[in-house]
């Protein structure tokens, strides 16, 4: 089963990656042109996916889409990787009153919901990917925060880092180079989990308009568009539909498989 989850994520995923980046050089159409003759045409040779109600090809509009998607998911997961792996490695090896202030205040960001923090960040930077990636970023600190502090805490009784401490080495080098390799398999198989839900935010803000502007393409803000126009051209909901699911899915996949795979109690023939 974890071969299953690691292959299968990891080919969705490929498959959906490729496609946004082959988006960067080549589109089948002019991703924002309008053609008002063809508008809402079915899936053909001309268009494979069809168009939309102005007329645009929905595959070129599916391939640009992705980008807003994949950058909420690189750059806010990354971000918040490393501002929360900091402060929960700091939390979890110092303890004592460091400890209480930094859990204390992921604690309260884990408290918001990430609809509010995109709001407060819509308001003071203006509607926009700046404003998704900061509420992802956000959003994602007090996450790995607690997963680093919760590890931490196991690990530095070990014995390796009692022996380190031994040596005079300093707390930097210990956290650098003993501590925190030894987290790196549980902050991977997160931040999987974490990208997924950084396209499903980057999509529902983009959806309420709070994200990528129009007349720029997103898989959220194509939902949006082709919501009064479903019944009668259902494929302006399918496709940007089924990107989103399908990159989620293999996210969450990729993530189990992950998970699985480096599982100490889990059998190799599970």
Known sequence: ????????????????VLITVVGFVYTPELPNKMDIGNQLQPPSPEHLLGTDNYGRDILSRIMVGGRPALEAGIVGVVIGLSLGTWLGAVA?????????????????????????????????LG??????????????????????????????????????????????RIILRHILPNCS???????????????????????????TQPPDASWGRMLKEAQAFA???????????????????????????????WDPKLSPHE
């Open 92 to 124: 979890g090896y110092y303890r004592g009153w460091v400890e209480e202030v930094v859990m204390r205040l992921a604690d309260g960001l884990y408290a918001l919901p990430s609809i509010l923090l995109a709001l407060v960040a819509v308001t003071l």
């Open 185 to 211: 398999s549980l902050l991977l198989v997160q931040a999987s989990v974490s990208f997924a839900n950084a396209v499903l935010a980057e999509a529902s803000l983009s959806y309420l308009g709070l994200g």
């Open 127 to 172: 509607p926009g990917q700046l404003s998704i990636l900061a509420a992802v970023a956000i959003a994602n600190v007090p996450i790995f925060a607690r997963l680093t502090r919760s590890a931490f805490i196991s690990i530095r009784e070990a014995e390796f880092v009692a022996a380190a401490k031994a040596m005079g080495l300093r707390d930097s």
């Open 1 to 16: 089963m974890q071969k299953y989850n690691l292959w299968s994520g990891s080919i969705l995923v490929g498959i959906m």
């Open 231 to 261: 019944g009668q051209a259902p494929w302006t909901v399918i496709f940007p539909g089924l990107a989103i699911a399908l990159t989620v899915l293999g996210l969450n996949r990729l993530g189990d498989g992950l998970r699985d795979l």
